[in-house]
């Protein structure tokens, strides 16, 4: 029974309904299981490194950021730019000064005293740079150090403000510098001799939040080490912990406050700068790893289209029947693309999942917080079905560029 | 009636001076030109030797080729201009394939091969399935609905080609050799299975290099070094005379 129009044949509308590319597609997925699977790790691995790169970029940046907001927005050193002078350059009450400033925390003096300590209680130490290898410095601080450095004690007692102000001879050991001294137990109140003056050991510092290196050294109150060795030519710094928000305010009136007759010798160093550093470092670092990430994803889409461009070369036949059955060009263009654009949403959502895997195990490894941000999961599997689509557009146009004769030849 | 002009009235297929030949040195001509006519409900055999230009001039006569030069007209439309879109829209919707290697997709049932036929003429997708087990039906093959190519003997293969060319009910059948890979009693079959396309309305032409295949055709085409001529049975070296009857 002849189906053609008397004047003449109508080809009619062509384009075929979404659901039977759809389905022509899942066939031919389903028909090569291998090759398939081939095609989709290609996309798990894009996606997943693309994802993995983000995902742990969000996460050591929190990190980092974390350590950068919790201190290093609340701190404001102040440096002696002129230690040579004769005159220091922190009055004695410079805490007391400090803490009338609105935002201050606590404030506290520090500087390196010039000698060195060895273990034992007689024998005496000279002078900085004459002691032995393993000597231990010694620092002088006033008491609010111990709180500005949130300082936590293994054994004993800080010394406190009436220690200072009478220059006891007493002394709190950070842990590195009681061991290299041996010091293991102070309930006996064993002392120490620094420069042939004995030095009662109060404590053993464990651990601090600021100024790690107050750990490595004997710590002596600041006016006693003044009464002994005078101001230390090596510079001094007064470091202020402030309210979250009143860093750049404190930094700005600190150095009136502390020294109002010579204001410029002092030297502030506030929070924002780490923050230029930080957001600098940011910057810089999501830059580099985003073109890591893309590079992986290019590198995932260059697998989909090869695999998927072997897939047409040995589908050959299948393409020469069904452009004999009357497919057109667009028509095989659509089953091919249609064909890789789901092995690239499979697998990125394949991709998507070991990589949120990989970055909880990674944290979990190094005590990080995983950091997961929904604006970067969820257009993850999207991701692999454009790259899916974008890799397959070669391969299906090449399966279209194909001519039925020679198709159905080989 | 004039040997050039490929036109008629009630042609379902024409070519007029219709020639293909292929780039080289010198250049290769496979088909030299012709004039033919294919009427409705013809039934043709084309005969010739290997590299006569047998299978250049089906794929001339099916719209998978077009003409170096010279015209095909499909049911009084001339194709020479129109877009590929457009001719392979002719051939969904009005020309059926067999070919001698059934080229059924391996990975899919004999429903499914059948229904991939009717995929490209816009069949809904629960007609196609039910057409397909239907033209099944018709070509012996109902209790063979749903094995895979791999399952199904030879003949079984090329009874699965012609449903799926025929499911749509196209006007016009061409068939590369249809039992060139079959034992004797599955191209009896497959040949009782072509002749009765005839009762439908199918013009049906089979290439073949069977005297006894071509015995069974209405009308008999010779190919000879790209030029085809009609002939009778027995009478394969007589001199070329115009294929426009039908």
């Known amino acids: 029974m002849l189906r053609w129009r008397p004047d003449g044949p109508a080809a009619g509308k062509q384009s075929l309904r979404l659901a039977d590319i759809a389905s022509e597609a899942v066939l031919g997925i389903s028909a090569r299981p291998g090759r398939s699977m081939l095609t989709m790790l290609a996309a798990i691995v894009g996606v997943g490194s693309f994802a993995i790169v983000i995902g ?86 006033s008491p609010g150090v111990f709180q500005v450095s949130m300082g936590k004690l293994a054994q004993g007692r800080f010394f406190g403000a009436l220690a200072d102000r009478q220059r006891q001879n007493v002394v709190v050991l950070g842990e590195a510098a009681a061991a290299q001294l041996g010091v293991t137990d102070i309930s006996a109140q064993p002392a120490i001799e620094i420069d042939g003056i004995p030095f ?104 989909i289209a090869s695999v998927t461009l072997t897939s047409v070369l040995e589908r050959f036949y299948e393409i020469g029947v ?22 690239g949403t499979l697998g990125g959502l394949a991709g998507t999942c070991l ?22 999961i969820l257009p993850d599997p999207l991701i692999g079905t454009v790259a899916g689509c974008l890799a397959g557009i070669y391969p299906a146009l090449r399966a279209a560029r194909l001519d039925p004769v020679e198709a159905l030849r080989r | 009636m004039p040997a050039t002009s490929g036109s008629d009235a009630r042609a379902l297929l024409s070519l007029a001076a219709a020639e293909r030949s292929y780039p080289g040195s010198p250049p290769v001509a496979a088909l030299r030109p012709a004039d033919l006519c294919i009427g409705p409900r013809d039934y043709v055999s084309l005969m010739g030797r290997s590299g006569s230009g047998k299978s250049t001039l089906l794929n001339i006569m099916g719209l998978l080729d077009r003409p170096s030069a010279g015209s095909v007209i499909f049911a009084g439309t001339d194709t020479e201009q129109m877009p590929d879109r457009q001719v392979a829209g002719l051939r969904a919707q009005h020309i059926g394939f067999v070919f001698q290697s059934f080229n059924l997709l ?35 093959l109902s209790h063979r609905v749903a094995a895979f190519p791999g399952q199904l ?72 070094d790209g030029t085809v001529r009609d002939t009778v049975l027995g009478d394969l070296g007589d001199g070329p005379r115009p294929a426009m009857e039908h």
């Open chain 2, 153 to 224: 003997s030879g003949g079984e293969k090329q009874r699965v080609a012609i449903a799926r060319a025929v499911a749509g009910r196209p006007a016009l059948l061409l068939c590369d050799e249809p039992t060139g890979n079959l034992d004797a009693a599955s191209a009896t079959s497959v040949l009782d299975l072509l002749d009765g396309l005839r009762d439908d309305g199918i013009a049906v032409v089979i290439v073949t290099h069977d005297p006894d295949v071509a015995a069974r055709a209405d009308r008999h085409l010779v190919m000879s």
């Open chain 1, 355 to 376: 990589s949120i895997i990989i970055i909880v195990t990674i944290a979990d490894i190094n005590h990080w917080n995983a950091v997961f941000s929904l604006a970067v």
């Open chain 2, 106 to 140: 391996p990975q899919r049932t004999a429903t499914d091969n059948v229904a991939l036929g009717l995929l490209y003429q816009r069949v809904p997708r629960s007609h196609r399935e039910q057409i397909a087990r239907g033209t099944l039906d018709r070509v012996g």
């Open chain 1, 56 to 141: 742990l970029t969000n996460t050591t940046r929190a990190e980092v950021n974390g350590r950068f907001n919790s201190l290093a927005a609340t701190e404001v050193v102040v440096s002696d730019t002129e230690p040579q002078l004769s005159s220091a350059a922190f009055p004695p009450d410079t805490e007391r000064l400090i803490d009338r400033l609105h935002g201050v925390l606590s404030s506290g003096v520090l500087f390196p005293v010039g000698v060195a300590v060895a273990p034992g209680v007689t024998r005496l130490a000279p002078a900085a740079g004459q002691g032995p290898a393993n000597s231990v410095q010694v620092m002088g601080v």
């Open chain 1, 200 to 303: 009662t050991i109060v404590g053993i510092l464990q651990s601090v939040g600021r100024e790690p290196s107050l750990l490595q050294v004997a710590i002596i109150p600041d006016q006693t080490a003044l009464r002994y060795w005078g101001i230390s030519a090596l510079g001094a710094d007064a470091i202020i912990a402030t309210r979250p928000g009143s860093a750049a305010v404190v930094a700005s009136e600190a150095a009136v406050a502390i020294l109002p007759a010579d204001p410029q010798r002092l030297a502030v160093v506030s929070s924002s700068e780490p923050f230029i550093f930080q957001a600098a470092i940011n910057g810089d670092l999501s830059a580099l790893l985003l073109l890591a990430g893309v590079m992986a994803l290019l590198m995932g889409m260059i697998g």
């Open chain 1, 322 to 343: 069904r452009r004999a059955l009357g497919a057109t060009r667009p028509h095989i263009t659509c089953q091919f693309l249609a064909e890789s654009t789901i092995l």
